[in-house]
Structures are given as C-alpha cells and as structure tokens.
C-alpha cells in the first residue's frame, strides 16, 4: 500500500519533464523555420552581388579600380567647369605652339643668316687664295723658275693640265649666288627647304673651291722644287702665259672688294648680333617647351615671351644691319606719302606726304600680336584698292586684294616678318625720321 503511495509522485515528475523537451523542441524547430527564408534571402543578395561585380570586371575591366567621388554626386556642375578649363589650357597650348613654331623659323633663319657670314667669310679667303694663284702664275711668266719649267717638256705638259683645271675652279663666281640667297633669307621667315639646300650647297662648294686651289698651289710648289737644279735654258721663251687680262681683272676686283669692305665694316658687329638673337631665341623656345609641359599638366600659365612684345628703341649696332631690308620690306610704311591710316578700316588724306605715322599705325591695331593685327597691317601697308588706298610704292611688302591672301605661307611670312620689324625697331624709324611719330 506504501509502495503504491510512493509510485504515484514519480509518475506525475516524469509527465512533466517529457512535456517540457516536447514545447523546447517545438520551439527550437520554429526558431529553424522562421530563420530559413532569411537565411535564403541573404544567400540570394550574396549571390547577386557576386554576379554583378563578375560581369562588371568582364565588360569594363578597370571598373573594379574606380572609385565614385562623393563631389562630383554633391556638384554636378563641377564636371562642365572642368572642360571649360581644360578648353582654355588647349587654347592656351595652341597660343604657345604657334608662337614656338614661329621662334623655330627664326632660329632656322638666324642660323641660315650665320651660314651666309661664314660663306661670304670663306668666299673672301677664297678669293684672296685665288688672287695669289694667278699672281703666282704671272710670275712664273717672266722669271727663271718658269723658264726652268718650260726647258722640261715634261713639267711643262704637266703645268699646262694643272692651269687648265685650276681655272675651273678660280673662276667660281660666288658673290651673286650668295647675294640672292641672303635676299631671299631676310624677306621671309618661313624660309624654304630649297633656299636652305642652296645655301648648304654654296658653302659646301666654296670651301671645296678653297680647297682644291690649295692642293693646286702645292702641286706647283712641287714642280718648281723639281727643276730648280735644272740649267736655264740657252734661249728665254716668251710670256708662257698671257695674264695682263687677268692683272686687270685682279685691280678692278681690288678696287670692288675695297667698296665692299667699307660697306660691310659692321659685318663681325651684325654676326655677333645675330648670335645674342640666337641665344635669346633658344632661351624663349625652352621657356615656350616649359610651359607646354606645364599646361598639359593642368597648369595656367601667362605666355609671356620677349622678342614678341613691343620693344624700346634699340641699339645702332642692332639696328643698322636691318636697314636693308627695312627700305624694301617697310617701303609701304617709310616712304613719303598722303595717306595716314585711321583706324583698320580706312585712311585720311593730308596736304603734305611725309612717312606712315608709327602711332596711327599701332592705333590701327596693326602691330597686334594676333591674325586681326596681321590684317590690319596687311590692309594698312598693302591696300591698293579703291579710294580708300595707301598711295606709298610696296617694295617687298605683299599687296592686299583679299585678307584671305594672307592664308598664303609666303605673304603671311613678309606681313609677319614686317610686323616683327616695325614693333622691334619702330622706335629706331621714328627716331632717324624713317617713320612719322
């Protein structure tokens, strides 16, 4: 009956531990159920996003290197601001690659200026070697050596082949070959692939020319050497060359020379000259390379070159060698005349002719450095059209009938090259009365 008694509480504790695994099993497997379609859900974003970023890396492959930028969201505008910037850097770069390419033709034509001196140098060596051949050769006409000479059948047949080629090469007439070529240099900066072969091929052959007469000189020396033990012959021989014609082509050709010589006294002054130019011109075209370098890079900078910029009166000794070309190139400026320019566009008459006004030429936007100051002074210098004209004679200087002849390499070349002049020297013309004030 006791044991029965104790049975019962034992039964009753055992039902309520069951009961209480059945509900923590229930709820356990409802936590797994209710955890499952999140854990779908979340598996499924992973996956997409997964895909997305293998496609993106497949069609654009430097996608995954980029990055979005929380200003260019916020500013919108920022991006047009740019490409206005990037505009005027481009703009600023074509300004600077033009004026470069402008200073490199100035170099080539500095350097082509330098090759004439260094010819017409050579020529004048040349030239004083050549005078000393023929006199050479005149001696040999009425002393022993040459009747020594004459006496050897031999040396004799050998002298006369060694004259006949030496005149070939004595007779090199340089001076107006050389003259040409320097014209056409100093009339356009943009100077010609055929002018700069010519100029080459002219000082190639007068240092030849010096060189060969040399060689001829020595030989001769040679054949004196080689008979002066012979006995003179028995009965001298008359003249063995005739060079009283020569004798006087070398007078009048001292006498040229001299005139020249007093011409061109300032020429070690005008090459030195063009040498400072020359160094100024390379230091602007490293400068110009700098700053190109500097506005691909994003930079701003000023384009501020020298030689382009209106200058102040300068010096006579570089001055003066440019006054060649001023009296032909500026004839439309520097002659006297009627008309006055007033404005771009048109000219007033006065009573008295005097030289082009250098103010009204620069109130006429003429000596701008742009395409509308090229214009104006093509239109100021060379228009010769109607009643509005510039009655003064051109010279070298292009007549206008279209400013867009001015799309011309050789007229846009002189007009530049005469801009160039008058802002560089305008002061010089005003001074010395060449141009009105």
């Known amino acids: 009956?006791?044991?029965?008694?104790?049975?019962?509480?034992?039964?009753?504790?055992?039902?309520?531990?069951?009961?209480?695994?059945?509900?923590?099993?229930?709820?356990?497997?409802?936590?797994?159920?209710?955890?499952?379609?999140?854990?779908?859900?979340?598996?499924?974003?992973?996956?997409?996003?997964?895909?997305?970023?293998?496609?993106?890396?497949?069609?654009?492959?430097?996608?995954?290197?980029?990055?979005?930028?929380?200003?260019?969201i916020v500013d919108p505008f920022r991006g047009v601001v740019g490409r206005f910037s990037d505009r005027n850097a481009e703009s600023s770069a074509e300004a600077q690659r033009?004026?470069?390419?402008?200073?490199?033709?100035?170099?080539?034509?500095?350097?082509?200026?330098?090759?004439v001196a260094d010819i017409r140098r050579a020529g004048e060596a040349f030239d004083a070697t050549s005078d000393a051949w023929r006199q050479r050769l005149a001696s040999l006409a009425v002393n022993d050596d040459g009747q020594r000479i004459v006496a050897d059948e031999s040396t004799w047949q050998r002298l006369q082949a060694l004259v006949s080629l030496a005149n070939e090469t004595v007779n090199l007439e340089w001076r107006f070959e050389l003259e040409q070529l320097h014209d056409e240099i100093i009339s356009s900066i943009w100077?010609?692939?055929?002018?700069?072969?010519?100029?080459?091929?002219?000082?190639?052959?007068?240092?030849?020319?010096?060189?060969?007469?040399?060689?001829?000189?020595?030989?001769?020396?040679?054949?004196?050497?080689a008979v002066a033990s012979h006995p003179l012959p028995a009965q001298r021989v008359g003249h063995i060359f005739d060079f009283q014609e020569h004798q006087r082509e070398l007078e009048l050709k001292a006498a040229a020379e001299e005139a020249e010589r007093i011409e061109n006294q300032t020429i070690d002054t005008a090459v030195a000259e063009l040498n400072r130019k020359q160094s100024a011109l390379l230091a602007d075209a490293q400068q110009l390379e700098q700053q190109l370098a500097a506005l691909q890079q994003g930079a701003q900078l000023p384009i501020a070159i020298s030689h382009t910029a209106q200058r102040p009166i300068q010096s006579a000794q570089a001055y003066r060698p440019h006054l060649p070309e001023i009296r032909q190139l500026l004839k439309p400026f520097v002659s006297s005349g009627y008309a006055q320019p007033a404005g771009r566009d048109q000219f007033v008459f006065e009573r008295v002719p005097r030289p082009m006004s250098y103010s009204a030429i620069a109130d006429a936007g003429a000596l701008e450095d742009s395409q509308a100051g090229l214009v104006a002074l093509f239109?100021?210098?060379?228009?010769?059209?109607?009643?509005?004209?510039?009655?003064?004679?051109?010279?070298?200087?292009?007549?206008?009938?279209?400013?867009?002849?001015?799309?011309?390499?050789?007229?846009?070349?002189?007009?530049?090259?005469?801009q160039w002049l008058l802002r560089v020297f305008g002061h010089n013309l005003v001074a010395d009365g060449m141009l009105a004030e």
Do not use: C
């Open 1 to 72: 009956m006791s044991e029965a008694a104790a049975q019962v509480p034992k039964d009753d504790t055992s039902s309520s531990d069951v009961d209480k695994r059945r509900i923590a099993e229930k709820r356990s497997h409802l936590r797994i159920t209710l955890l499952i379609p999140f854990a779908v859900a979340g598996l499924l974003i992973v996956g997409v996003s997964l895909v997305m970023r293998l496609h993106l890396r497949a069609t654009n492959p430097s996608s995954s290197q980029r990055s979005i930028s929380v200003d260019n």
């Open 98 to 115: 033009a004026t470069l390419e402008r200073i490199r033709a100035e170099l080539k034509q500095v350097d082509s200026v330098l090759q």
């Open 191 to 225: 100077e010609s692939d055929a002018t700069s072969q010519s100029v080459m091929s002219l000082h190639d052959r007068v240092h030849q020319a010096q060189s060969e007469l040399k060689a001829y000189d020595a030989e001769l020396t040679q054949f004196i050497d």
């Open 379 to 418: 239109r100021v210098g060379g228009w010769k059209s109607q009643n509005q004209q510039n009655d003064r004679p051109l010279g070298t200087f292009p007549r206008m009938n279209s400013a867009a002849e001015l799309s011309k390499p050789d007229i846009d070349s002189r007009v530049r090259r005469a």
